[in-house]
């Protein structure tokens, strides 16, 4: 395993570094398909299967969200201490049984206490993933980015038809999750078998060290403020079109749409590093504002206009998912990618996690208000696009 607080990165000759990636690459394919077999039905099952008001989906997805970035605040930093390779192994266990618990769950305590443990997993998980890829060579880099992404949506163009064949079957919910978490405990094993890395002593005060260290870098702390709405104007869009009345195949066509389009974007991205320019980055930003703009009047029955957004929406994920991980490894110095992530990550995933409780009050009250509220996604998406500065202050 290769991490920033180990030995040097790999170099692009280092058959570690190359190891390093088609592991992660791996892990990460095993894990999205899971995810999103499951992500791209739990609306309707809460909704439809138990009879959850908007509202209280919100709330679910939201505990979820919220407290998964929330922990990466302090979680970022740990991952630089006792290493990506560990903290990997133990975040898909984690998400595993937080799968187990959801197939299970029936009331809205059952529900609450498996996204706790799906956020913990998820929490855990991303930073190590990515502290990996940040450790290898600086040439090898984008590429293993760019392809760590595109398995996740060659994941979410797989995951909804996977999820639709298996609740098709005898068990139904409970199977597909189940299934979710045997992919889940695949990519724990494929973490384990990364080789060992000595990782810096320091304890509970590292880990403080680390966060605190990253607070007083206003550079990058304001561009952690500015792309906040990153995470939500990813996900927002899965939430929202079951919500708007789409059909289950409407929404699993409009994923897989928005999947494959934002796969095809990513070797652009990867190539001759332009993802650390800052104009892709206000390219993907204006992208999504312009796809919630498309999606906000819809109502359920024009497929067409849907398609487009997830073609917008796909692009946009496609160009500002590697920006900021390019961006971000760059500025962040060897042993501190984990903090920089981790303090990232937590901006994007309180404003998702408020965004989720706003939207899903706003669906509640009619189409007026969910056009209002999808809407102001795409609005915090164009402030986003023309406010965000690189680390360095560049725009």
Do not use: K
């Not at 740990?78 to 959801?102: E, N, P, S």
């Not at 995470?231 to 059909?247: C, D, K, R």
């Not at 994923?255 to 095809?264: D, E, H, I, Q």
């Amino acid at each position: 395993m290769t991490v920033a607080t180990a030995a040097p990165p790999a170099t692009d000759t280092d058959p570690s570094g190359r190891r390093v990636v088609v592991t992660v690459v791996a892990v990460q394919l095993a894990a999205c398909l899971g995810f999103f077999a499951v992500t791209a039905h739990l609306v309707a099952h809460l909704r439809h299967d138990l009879g959850l008001l908007a509202g209280t989906v919100g709330l679910v997805l939201g505990v979820r969200v919220g407290l998964q970035y929330a922990l990466l605040l302090p979680v970022g930093a740990v991952t630089d201490r006792i290493g990506a390779r560990r903290t990997g192994a133990i975040a898909c266990a984690v998400r595993a049984l937080g799968f187990v618990l959801l197939g299970g769950a029936g009331t809205v305590g059952a529900l609450l206490v498996a996204a706790v443990f799906l956020a913990v997993g998820g929490a855990l998980y991303n930073p190590a993933a990515q502290t990996l890829l940040a450790g290898v060579g600086p040439d090898r880099r984008p590429g293993g980015f760019a392809a760590y992404v595109a398995a996740q949506h060659v994941a979410t163009v797989a995951g909804p038809p996977l999820g639709l064949l298996l609740l098709s079957l005898g068990p139904g919910f409970p199977l597909l999750t189940g299934t979710a978490a045997a992919l889940w405990t695949v990519g724990g094993a494929l973490f384990l078998l990364l080789p060992r890395i000595e990782q810096p002593g320091g304890g509970f005060r590292g880990v403080l060290t680390g966060v605190r260290t990253v607070l007083r870098d206003r550079g990058f702390l304001l561009f952690a403020l500015m792309t906040a709405p990153t995470t939500l104007l990813a996900n927002e869009i899965m939430t929202s079109v079951p919500l708007l009345g789409f059909t289950p195949g409407a929404a699993t066509l409009c994923f897989c749409v928005l999947a494959a389009v934002a796969a095809a974007v990513q070797p652009f991205v990867a190539s001759r590093r332009r993802g650390e320019h800052p104009w892709t980055l206000r390219a993907g930003l204006l992208c999504a504002a312009a796809a919630f703009f498309v999606l906000a009047p819809l109502d359920g029955t024009r497929t067409a206009p849907l398609m487009l957004a997830a073609v917008l929406n796909g692009v946009a994920n496609g160009l500002v998912q590697p920006s900021v991980f390019q961006r971000a490894s760059r500025h962040a110095p060897p042993g501190g990618f984990g903090s920089h992530y981790g303090v990232l990550a937590f901006c994007a995933g309180m404003f998702a996690f408020a965004g989720d409780l706003v939207i899903g009050r706003l669906f509640d009250l009619g189409s007026t208000a969910a056009t209002l509220a999808l809407t102001g996604v795409g609005v915090s998406a164009l402030i986003a696009a023309f406010g965000a500065r690189g680390p360095g202050g560049r725009t």
